[in-house]
């Protein structure tokens, strides 16, 4: 597995580094043998430290933790303890979906394009003309699973919203985090149509 240990505008001795990445090694590989690479980075936050860490497992599993400290060790222990029980998590809960589900009739996942359009003011005109600055493009794939599996992967992945394939009616449905911190669930149905 590699690993990248970086600080953002502060310097990182050796001895840090080389105990950073046997610490996020070794946490990595106890839930995850197979993971590809994963990151560490430090960075001054108010009086003390900042620690955000990253996994990537595989098949579009990154999981995402942060923690703030007094002093970096202490950003760092709580930073991989919260990434820790991250990976547990997800480990119990792919232990679970595997002894429970099967793929028999299981809706089959979405492939989509993915695009980032620039913000703020200076697009302002671009938007009214409906011809949005492009940033970014790319392929990705909607997966098919349940309300949980989808509000697990939002937490696990730090993310904000997920459109997803509901694996109980094969319908696309969103959840998202919402401002007071709840997680929303968005499942449309057709006009008539009744699920239940």
Request: some cysteine; overall charge negative.
């Amino acid at each position: 597995m590699q690993i990248q240990v970086s600080g953002k505008q502060i310097d990182i001795g050796e001895s840090l580094r080389a105990s950073t990445e046997e610490r996020l090694g070794a946490l990595a590989e106890r839930y995850f043998r197979s993971a590809i690479d994963g990151a560490i980075t430090f960075s001054r936050a108010g009086s003390g430290y900042r620690a955000d860490c990253s996994v990537h497992a595989g098949r579009g599993l990154t999981v995402f933790a942060h923690a703030d400290g007094f002093d970096i060790h202490t950003a760092l222990d709580a930073a991989l303890g919260r990434l820790e029980k991250r990976l547990r998590r997800y480990k119990r809960y792919l232990h679970e979906r595997t002894q429970e589900r099967t793929t028999d009739g299981a809706p089959a996942d979405y492939s989509a394009n993915y695009t980032v359009l620039a913000g703020g003011e200076e697009t302002v005109e671009e938007v009214d003309n409906l011809h949005p600055i492009v940033v970014a493009e790319t392929a990705t794939t909607i997966e098919a699973c349940s309300v949980g599996e989808a509000v697990m992967a939002l937490e696990l992945g730090n993310k904000t919203t997920l459109m997803f394939r509901n694996a109980g009616h094969g319908g696309l449905n969103v959840v998202y985090r919402r401002p007071d911190g709840n997680i929303g669930w968005i499942d449309p149905k057709p006009d008539g149509v009744s699920r239940g």
